[in-house]
């Protein structure tokens, strides 16, 4: 089975054109579904470049989130329908985000054992996990099963694995890595704080020269929503 997902915008000419060169070329259809995709707004508006609301995945790194937080805030409503991009749904999402890897934990770490009651309710939340996601992609739905599990009262690795098996669907990897400890050189410190000092006063230029200082040094500075982060360039 092969399927290809766009936006609505292309269903007219696009696809009628790429469905064409590929079968002059090798006499196939290119794809068996077609699946598209709703606009995406913007503050409850057109995105346009001309009205300079269109937002990149960088965008969203450099404001100190996951990207993983944009893929998660898509769920949230079905491909049919419109979805509104604003800054406080992605505050909200990249709280879920962590919600979700924080219960994840909690499971992963928890020590309750399960009976057959408990074995038989889960399991009919994966039942319905995977009805809805059959059901022409119902994420909103899938999620509310997805929430359900991980608030299961009961704390089991059980359950952390069958979270995990939810996530071979959604990709937003709910078992993120355990950030690695590494010591910063005193030299490093003394230029962050110069950096610290420089964006206060608003100096994006010296802020950057120190950021470019620090990267020629082997290491890398992030702004993040929660302040710096230094990461040691592998």
Request: charge should be negative; proline fraction near 3%.
């Amino acid at each position: 089975m092969i399927f290809t997902q766009d936006g609505i915008d292309l269903i007219p000419t696009h696809h009628e054109n790429e469905i064409a060169q590929s079968k002059g070329v090798c006499g196939k259809i290119p794809a068996n579904y077609w699946i598209h995709g709703e606009y995406l707004l913007i503050n409850g508006g057109k995105m346009s470049k001309s009205l300079g609301n269109v937002y990149l995945l960088k965008d969203i790194k450099e404001r100190g989130y996951d990207p993983l937080v944009y893929k998660l805030l898509c769920y949230s409503c079905s491909y049919r329908n419109k979805l509104n991009f604003t800054w406080e749904g992605i505050e909200a999402t990249s709280k879920s985000l962590e919600r979700l890897r924080n219960g994840y934990q909690a499971h992963k770490n928890g020590t309750d054992t399960l009976d057959e009651n408990d074995r038989k309710e889960l399991s009919r939340l994966e039942n319905e996990f995977h009805k809805a996601i059959n059901d022409d992609m119902n994420m909103p739905l899938a999620m509310s099963y997805v929430w359900e599990v991980l608030k299961y009262a009961k704390k089991s690795p059980e359950i952390a694995e069958l979270l995990l098996k939810f996530d071979t669907v959604l990709g937003v990897k709910i078992e993120k890595e355990e950030k690695e400890e590494i010591k910063i050189p005193e030299e490093i410190l003394n230029l962050i704080e110069e950096r610290k000092q420089a964006r206060q006063e608003k100096n994006w230029t010296e802020s950057d020269r120190l950021r470019d200082e620090i990267k020629e040094k082997g290491y890398e500075v992030k702004d993040t929503k929660d302040g710096m982060e230094v990461v040691k360039i592998k």
